[in-house]
Every structure is written in C-alpha cells, then in structure tokens.
C-alpha cells in the first residue's frame, strides 16, 4: 500500500494568516484528495488534486481560500488563506490505493486558529 | 444520490463485550464499501473492505459481509479491547469510474477496562 507522509501534524496560527500543508506519497498516484474534518464531524471533500491541471473543488470550497499545487505525481500542498477561527479542524490528504480499491489516508493536520 | 447511514455514538462497551456498528447506504450502481478507523490523534486508516455483494471483509478481528438485500455492511467484532476505543467510519465508493468517496458520519467506540 502507498503510505503518505503529511506535514505538519499539528499547528496553532494567528487569525489572518496562512498555513501550507504538505502530502509527499511514496509512489506516483495520478489523483490526490483534500479533507476537511470539523470537529465531531465526518470528512468533507475539499478539492481533487490532478498533476498538471488545476484542481477541482467541491462545493462550499473555493481557490482563494483553499489554494492547492500538484507539482508532481508524488507530492501536493493545500493553503488554508486569511484563516479564521472557523477554519480550525483537521486536513487530511488521500490518495487511491490502486492494489487495494481503497485510499490511504496522511496521518493528518489539526489545525487551531486564535 | 448515493449516501452512507451510520449509527449514532458514542458506545460505550466492557472489555470483551460484542460490538456491531451499523451501517446502511444508498447507490445506484455496484458500489465498494469501507470501514475505516481513526484513533485518537491520527489519520484514517483503512479497516476493511468488500467489493461486492456477499464478500466478506475481516482485519484484526473485526468482520463485515456487503448485503446487497438489506444495503448494510455492519461493523463486527466478538470481544472489543480497550484498544479498539476509536471513532470507525463506513465509506462507499460509487465506482464507474469516479473515485469520491461518501463517509458515514462515524462512531465514535470507548471500550472500558
């Protein structure tokens, strides 16, 4: 199975500012997922991420606020913009487990914003 | 459009006590269904799966057979631990060509000592 290293784990930031979270896979996966997890809440798809093309999102989720980059097969960023306090939750990326018709999931990044 | 129903939580559970989480889903095609976990602190992890009418997923005790009469695949395990204590979400995967999921809204487990 793919395994997904994402970074940071955990973070607390000022209202206003911006967080860069990173997903690196250790093989080449044509599609990368971003998640939205509020607390006590189930996942909320934010956006799919395809190497060389723009991403697309979900509705309720747009560019400026949820910037993403695909560089490559193996790595994405999502940017949480002008954050706010309603931002706070946990992100995860996932990508598909082609061997395993499931996903692998990163081990997430819980974000508090004050 | 296809969706997941899963049961409230939390439960709350003795050690060795039998656990069924249940979980139902609507799709219009021949879906995959998941059960993933997520302990305190990490990602999600996939569980098990089944990827099509009458199989049965099973891993580290826990067990769940895709009905396709009833549209369930019921969460089992025979005797929980304590470290079985996480919130278990159900997923569906529409298939045809899409690879979106739909999550249950989880359960959250507390297994006791």
């Known amino acids: 199975s793919a395994v997904i290293s994402q970074k940071p784990s955990r973070d607390i930031c000022q209202r206003g500012t911006s967080l860069t979270i990173q997903c690196q896979v250790d093989?080449?996966?044509?599609?990368m997922f971003w998640y939205r997890q509020q607390p006590g809440q189930s996942l909320t798809l934010i956006a799919t991420?395809?190497?060389?093309?723009?991403?697309?999102?979900e509705s309720g989720f747009v560019i400026d606020k949820f910037p993403i980059s695909r560089p490559n097969l193996t790595f994405s960023t999502l940017t949480v913009s002008n954050m706010s306090p309603e931002d706070s939750s946990i992100y995860l990326c996932?990508?598909?487990?082609?061997?395993?018709?499931?996903?692998?999931f990163g081990s997430g990044t819980r974000l508090t914003v004050v | 459009g296809d969706s997941v129903t899963q049961m409230e939580g939390p439960v709350t559970l003795s050690e060795e006590a039998f656990l069924t989480i249940n979980c139902t889903y609507t799709?219009?095609?021949?879906?995959?269904l998941f059960w993933y976990v997520q302990y305190p602190g990490e990602g999600l992890q996939l569980l098990l799966k089944?990827?099509?009418?009458?199989d049965k997923g099973s891993n580290k005790g826990f067990e769940a057979t895709y009905r396709k009469e009833t549209t369930s695949f019921h969460l089992e395990k025979g005797s929980v631990q304590v470290s079985d204590s996480a919130v278990y979400f159900c997923?569906?995967?529409?298939?045809?060509?899409?690879?979106?999921?739909?999550f249950g809204t989880g359960t959250r487990l507390k297994v006791l000592a």
């Open positions: 991420a395809n190497q060389g093309s723009e991403a697309t999102y």
């Open positions: 093989s080449q996966v044509t599609m």
């Open positions: 089944a990827t099509k009418a009458d």
């Open positions: 997923a569906l995967s529409p298939g045809s060509g899409t690879y979106k999921y739909i």
């Open positions: 799709a219009t095609g021949y879906p995959s």
């Open positions: 996932s990508a598909p487990d082609e061997g395993n018709y499931g996903y692998t």
